[in-house]
């Protein structure tokens, strides 16, 4: 008898966290939210202000000795491939950068470390949780699609997190290149491309997490009873 009590008890507390979550908490995140994307530091309109030096020299071009017309050029090329070799244009080769450590895009870096404490708010609700069966059962199918859809945001959230590891990942290999290639300027209007497509792709995520919020928010505080007790009398959609 202790334990049902026990149990009793433990559902009563999650239920109580549930509603504090709803009534408290959705709509305190969804003011931060909104109060963030007015923010100046995510409404930059003119992105060249986002923009990060790319402290790379263009190296003096080397002569290469006794190459008459290229002609021995692609001899030499050619017997190396023949023997199983490789190409003798292999880049330059990077044993370190000349001003220490390459740094990310600052900018980027800050706004980022910003958003991801937010990417990261796990968005749940503690409601009793029933198998649809036959019968009287809309107010499980209520409750099961509001689960659905926080699990949905959950996923959508993990993505996010996701998204910001590729787009270091993507960076590092391109700077990479500038150092080995730096002659070839596209690799340097690349590192900036993905640089602006990263911050616009931020304030999309700042914006869906808050739109996020109140679509939940508004679900399940119409349907909250619906949630609550999903085996009663009521016989109602979704809201």
């Known amino acids: 008898m202790s334990s049902l009590l026990k149990v009793d008890n433990e559902i009563k507390t999650k239920v109580s966290s549930a509603e ?4 408290s908490f959705f709509p305190k995140k969804l003011l931060e939210l909104d109060h963030f994307l007015k923010d100046p530091i995510i409404n930059i309109s003119d992105l060249k202000e986002i923009h990060s030096d790319i402290n790379l020299t263009v190296p003096d071009p080397i002569l290469l000795p006794n190459l008459h ?3 021995e050029a692609q001899n030499a090329k050619k017997r190396k491939l023949e023997d199983g ?20 895009n600052g900018n980027l870096v800050d706004l980022i470390e910003k ?5 990261r708010t796990r968005i749940f609700v503690n ?16 409750q099961e699609e509001t689960v659905a ?6 996923g959508e959230a993990a ?7 590729r787009y270091y990942i993507t960076r590092a290999k391109l700077v990479s290149k500038i150092a080995k290639y730096p002659h070839v300027e596209d690799y340097r209007r690349t590192v900036t491309e993905i640089d602006e497509k990263e911050y616009i792709s931020l304030k999309i995520i700042v914006s869906e997490l808050r739109n996020q919020y109140v679509t939940l928010h508004d679900m399940i505080l119409k349907n909250i009873e619906k949630i609550k007790k ?10």
Not at 115 to 119: A, N, Q
Not at 127 to 142: K, P, R, Y
Not at 159 to 165: G, R, W
């Open 20 to 23: 504090n979550l709803v009534a």
């Open 149 to 154: 859809e926080l699990r949905t945001v959950e």
């Open 85 to 104: 070799g490789e190409d003798m244009v292999t880049g330059t080769k990077v044993f370190v950068m000349p001003g220490g450590m390459m740094k990310s």
């Open 115 to 119: 958003v991801k404490p937010e990417i």
């Open 127 to 142: 409601a009793e949780h029933c198998m649809i069966e036959d019968g009287n059962n809309f107010g499980v199918s209520i």
């Open 69 to 71: 017309d290229g002609l």
């Open 230 to 239: 999903p085996r009663s009398s009521n016989a109602d959609a979704l809201y």
């Open 159 to 165: 993505s996010y997190l996701d998204q910001i590891s």
